[in-house]
Nanobody, 118 residues
Framework: QVQLVESGGGLVQAGGSLRLTCTAS????????LAWYRQAPGKERELVAA???????HYATSVKGRFTVDRDNAKKEVYLQMDGLKSDDTGLYFC????????????WGQGTQVTVSS
């Protein structure tokens, strides 16, 4: 059973930075893609960034140039470096395991809250 634990969320002022970490257990990891999704109050969950097992990265248009997704296969961790944060980035951020450009992965973490104050 794959388990995902997100960390690194918090309250930050607009223009600030945060780094999210998702740690996986019970997973092969190196042969699977991972993604970060977020859900703002009253809105649907949306893809923020993803990284395939080959290291190819995908970003939502709204975060390109500000966010960077990366992975460490040895630690079984995926990261989301968020710079230049805006109030629109506020939401609950989830890690998704097993992602590919053609499907959402089966496994989700519990989420970590990111709040950006303007």
């Amino acid at each position: 059973q794959v388990q995902l634990v997100e960390s690194g969320g918090g309250l930050v002022q607009a223009g600030g930075s945060l780094r999210l970490t998702c740690t996986a257990s019970g997973a092969t990891f190196r042969f699977d893609g991972l993604a970060w999704y977020r859900q703002a109050p009253g809105k649907e969950r949306e893809l923020v960034a993803a990284i395939t097992y080959r290291g190819r990265r995908h970003y939502a248009t709204s975060v390109k140039g500000r966010f960077t997704v990366d992975r460490d296969n040895a630690k079984k961790e995926v990261y989301l470096q968020m710079d230049g944060l805006k109030s629109d980035d506020t939401g609950l951020y989830f890690c998704n395991y097993g992602w590919s450009p053609h499907r959402i992965g089966m496994y989700w973490g519990q989420g970590t809250q990111v709040t950006v104050s303007s």
